[in-house]
């Protein structure tokens, strides 16, 4: 059965049950091989975890298919969606023995003294004065939440984790990092350090 | 979590600025990533010109590891179908 990229989302929701079937079929298909591609050579993925991501893939995919737009293949915002059920599963595992208590702990652990080094970024006097005002905004501008979910990311624990922890929903804790984000960065603007200047420094 | 650690490393404070440098009052988070990577990965592989849809997911990446683990892995696919 061939598809045109087109008829994809139309075959997918075809009430006809066998010419739906057969699309689901190929689907899951197109998606396992984009698995295997993708989590060739990872120690940690089997033949069963790639058929439980393509499965949870298909699924999550029906579920949206009115989210699709067209401005793409929809095979490629397929694989999308699939890549990102394996990539959030295979995180959840190696990180799900962390509690709330010890995220929030090493959140707290930002606002000890010498957590943050004066020369953390090198001895050149402007960068010492920059990771001053950054540990002082760290201690005074942000919530524990905050703090607790900052830390998460740079001992790259999983967002999806960070957000179970949390107790909240991916778009509040994104907001939450954004927040905390942008009131780090006008701490820096109010000491006259600029995005400029921060992109300067570091060539970004 | 590792408690072993006494202090952030350089990388980890550099981490931070360099977030900061890439803030912006709007930003797609990782849904909105999700929703539009696919047109992004296409665009790339094309050489096609940036929209402003392009630039919000490309401006994601580089603050979102997650988001970018995923987009390298579409790229690998995309790649290995050429």
């Known amino acids: 059965m061939a598809h045109t990229e ?7 929701r075809a009430t006809d049950s066998v010419e739906q079937a057969a699309a689901v079929r190929e689907l899951r298909d ?13 120690s940690d ?32 915002w397929a694989q999308a969606i699939a890549l990102n059920v394996a990539f959030t599963e295979l995180r959840r595992k190696r990180w799900q023995d ?16 010498g957590m943050i ?30 703090r607790a979910a900052i830390m998460g990311e740079l001992r790259e624990m999983p967002f999806d984790q960070i957000v179970e922890l949390l107790g ?24 006259g350090i600029t995005g400029a200047d921060i992109q300067n420094a570091f060539s970004l | 979590m ?10 980890q404070v550099g981490s931070i600025v360099k ?17 539009n990577v696919s047109e992004f990965a296409e665009s790339q592989l094309a050489g096609k010109p940036v929209t402003e849809i392009i630039a919000r997911v490309e401006q994601h990446l580089a603050l979102c590891p997650e988001c970018s683990e995923e987009y390298d892995a579409l790229r690998k696919i995309l790649q290995a179908g050429q």
């Open chain 1, 168 to 191: 909240t929903s991916r778009s509040a804790a994104y907001k939450m990092l954004h927040d905390a984000r942008r009131a780090l960065k006008q701490r820096l603007h109010e000491a």
């Open chain 1, 6 to 12: 087109i008829d994809w989302p139309a075959t997918l």
């Open chain 1, 30 to 42: 197109v998606l396992q091989t984009g698995l295997r591609v993708a989590l060739n050579g990872r």
């Open chain 2, 19 to 35: 977030m900061l440098g890439l803030t912006t009052d709007r930003e797609f988070n990782c849904t909105e990533c999700l929703q």
């Open chain 1, 98 to 113: 962390v509690s709330l208590d010890a995220l929030m702990a090493d959140g707290e652990r930002m606002t000890e003294p």
């Open chain 1, 45 to 76: 993925v089997s033949e069963a975890h790639l058929e439980d991501f393509t499965q949870e893939g298909v699924v999550r995919i029906l579920a949206r298919l009115d989210q699709f737009q067209g401005r793409s293949k929809f095979t490629t």
């Open chain 1, 117 to 146: 080094a004066d020369n953390a970024l090198g001895a050149d006097e402007d960068r010492m004065r920059l990771v001053a005002v950054l540990r002082q905004a760290i201690e005074n501008d942000l919530t524990p939440k905050q």
């Open chain 2, 2 to 11: 590792k408690q072993e650690e006494e202090r952030l490393t350089s990388g």
